[in-house]
């Protein structure tokens, strides 16, 4: 069974009003860790820690992170991003193999300098950062956000030991590990969970990446501001996909980041599904 940490940093909005109560039956499992960036309420292993202004300096430029500091989010937006900072060491210690990163902000429209679209700064960047300096080099993202995730993309462009594949609204290429894929409107389920399979998974298995990283964003849903078409039970099954690739090339160092997707609702029906999924509880199967 895997050991899952669920990394909780929420300061704003109202997609995430129903957590963490919405993982009753989750959270009480002996393989789930809850890291809370709010309440210090175990014995301290399980505090949140926020983002170092030492690492936010070596994905970003200094003027970017000026900038963030006079928006009036900066705080939060460490906080965001030091999820899956910590996500990252937690499994390199191997206290968890897996992890779910509630985010404040999102993450992969963060580039080296510049920012938008409510992500400030881009955790799995500083992550991966954070863990090649503790020697390990190779790495996938792959992005089901229904945007393109330029942020990423502008950091890891000419990095060969990092695998990016985004599915989103650009025209299709393949260069140099840099992956787009198309979704068009009205995709069914099956259809996404066919480009998955057939784009991400074989490249990943060719790829061996010793981490993997999901941005996982739900506006690509039926109803949400970018949808694609897709109802709320293909997520789970995502995550199924994607937890299954991790297991089989990389011990499942798997980190899912969660990125876009406004309504409560569909948040407290496919998130609760996706971590039941990541550590093997089986309470929706
Ligand atoms: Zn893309
Ligand atoms: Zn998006």
């Not at 609204?169 to 259809?191: G, K, L």
Request: aromatic share 12%; proline share 2%; hydrophobic share 35%.
């Amino acid at each position: 069974m895997k050991r899952t940490g669920i990394f909780f940093t929420y300061f704003q909005g109202e997609r995430l009003r129903d957590f963490p109560q919405a993982l009753a039956g989750i959270l009480d499992k002996e393989n789930v860790s809850y890291y809370d960036a709010v309440y210090d309420s175990h014995d301290g292993l399980y505090y949140l820690a926020p983002a170092s202004e030492e690492l936010l300096l070596k994905v970003h430029s200094r003027d970017m992170v000026q900038e963030v500091k006079l928006s009036g989010d900066y705080e939060s937006a460490l906080y965001s991003a030091g999820g899956t900072v910590q996500a990252a060491d937690e499994i390199w210690q191997g206290r968890i193999d897996n992890a779910f990163v509630f985010t404040s902000y999102g993450d992969h429209h963060a580039g080296r300098n510049f920012y938008g679209g409510m992500c400030y700064f881009n955790s799995a960047a500083l992550a991966i950062t954070s863990l090649r300096e503790r020697g390990i080099r190779r790495f996938a993202i792959v992005d089901t956000d229904c945007h393109h995730g330029d942020g990423t993309r502008d950091i890891f462009r000419c990095d060969d030991d990092v695998l990016h594949v985004c599915f989103c609204y650009q025209d299709y290429q393949d260069n140099h590990h840099n992956v787009d894929v198309r979704i068009p409107y009205r995709t069914s389920d099956e259809e996404y969970l066919v480009l998955v399979k057939q784009e991400f998974i074989p490249r990943a298995v060719v790829f061996k990446p010793e981490y993997i990283f999901w941005e996982f964003g739900y506006d690509a849903t039926q109803g949400e501001y970018g949808d694609k078409g897709l109802t709320r039970d293909c997520h789970p099954k995502l995550a199924q996909l994607i937890k299954g690739v991790a297991d089989k090339v990389c011990h499942g160092r798997l980190i899912t980041i969660l990125c876009g997707g406004s309504d409560r609702s569909l948040a407290t029906y496919i998130i609760p599904r996706i971590i039941d999924c990541l550590a093997e509880v089986g309470r929706y199967q």
